[in-house]
């Protein structure tokens, strides 16, 4: 059945724990595909360092968090290929040639990067490895053939420019080495803040993290912004843009249960803390069993540095074939 499946790259930067905005705009996407796809799922440690390039012992602590998180929340290394991006070197090689086929203008107009650009306060100090990340990136999938990338919607650009750059190669090269590939993007494709800013971010101090325990995990939800507006329990509340109820959407699994606390919302008369507590009894019946799965894994980092090693050596082997392919059609095969 796997032989002819979708293959799939994804994965994530090493710089925080994961937190519930990763579920819902990727992982659980992952989870539920690696069973019926060829799945790589990489931990993005070299692109991480392209900003962050003086915290390497952060970045390095991180991947074994992430790891965690990974392993915690469902992707089975039996059906799933977890390895760490610094150690595939193929990835590269293909960067570097790939860097030819991109002008420095259309770097410049990545809106992601540009948006990037602007939250990490780079100014004119842009790193020049951080400028060209999305060539990396176009590396990571294309050396897997992946025609599928789960991710979240901010890096739809990163698949137009991994697009572009497949079909400016075999345009040139003239083979088809290089596959085209789609984005996966879910129906809820970001998750606000718990302050109610459009996205979760760990900067933003804004998180419900995977690895939160039971008494944090209420305390950011008793803190939730909701609607400002609705002051008391006899008025009539906001449902749009009110985080709540869009958390409750993304994780109860009783839908009609949250449009019956939705329409009763919006009537008035039910107050923010009742829908909070039910909010709090999903979420932890969510995250318990990760939490116990993820402090397993804590425990023996040795297990899950063996897990990483072995996908490694699969993809670097998947990223090997693919660079032959290239070096070929580029007359580089000597
Ligand atoms: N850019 C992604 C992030 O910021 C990480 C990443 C690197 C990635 N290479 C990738 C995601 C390839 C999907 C495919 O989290």
New binding site residues.
């Given amino acids: 059945m796997k032989e002819r499946a979708k293959i799939i790259?994804?994965?994530?930067?090493p710089t925080g724990p994961l937190h519930l905005g990763h579920y819902v705009g990727s992982l659980k996407n992952r989870v539920e595909l690696q069973h019926s796809t060829v799945q790589y799922v990489?931990i993005?440690d070299v692109?991480a360092l392209t900003d962050h390039a003086e915290q390497p012992e952060m970045v390095r602590r991180n991947v074994l968090e992430v790891a965690c998180d990974y392993l915690a929340v469902g992707i089975d290394p039996s059906q799933s290929t977890l390895f760490i991006?610094s150690l595939v070197k193929p990835l590269f090689e293909l960067t570097i040639y790939y860097l030819n086929l991109v002008t420095w203008n259309r770097l410049k107009h990545n809106p992601t990067v540009k948006q990037e650009i602007i939250a990490k306060n780079f100014g004119e100090s842009v790193p020049a490895g951080f400028m060209i990340?999305p060539i990396?990136?176009a590396a990571?999938?294309t050396a897997f053939k992946a025609d599928l990338?789960p991710?979240g919607e901010d890096?739809l650009p990163?698949i137009e420019q991994t697009n572009e750059i497949v079909r400016h190669f075999n345009r040139i090269y003239k083979k088809d080495v290089l596959v085209e590939c789609k984005a996966l993007i879910p129906k809820i494709a970001r998750l606000p803040g718990t302050d109610g800013k459009p996205k979760m971010g760990k900067s933003l101090g804004n998180c419900i993290y995977l690895s939160d325990n039971a008494d944090t995990l209420s305390k950011k939800v008793k803190g939730m912004y909701t609607d400002p507006g609705h002051l008391r329990v006899e008025d009539p509340g906001k449902v749009e843009g009110n985080p709540v109820f869009t958390y409750l959407d993304a994780f109860d699994p009783d839908k009609e249960a949250v449009e019956a606390l939705k329409a009763h919302y919006q009537r008035g008369g039910l107050g923010d803390s009742v829908v909070k507590k039910r909010l709090n009894e999903v979420l932890q019946a969510f995250l318990e069993p990760i939490r116990t799965r993820r402090d397993e894994y804590v425990k023996d980092p040795g297990a899950v540095m063996q897990i990483l090693q072995q996908g490694t050596g699969r993809a670097n082997a998947a990223a090997h074939q693919t660079l032959l392919d290239v070096r070929k059609a580029m007359f580089l095969d000597y």
Avoid: C, F, N, P
């Fill in positions: 790259l994804t994965g994530d930067r990489m993005a692109q991006q990340y990396s990136q990571d999938i990338v991710v890096q990163m």
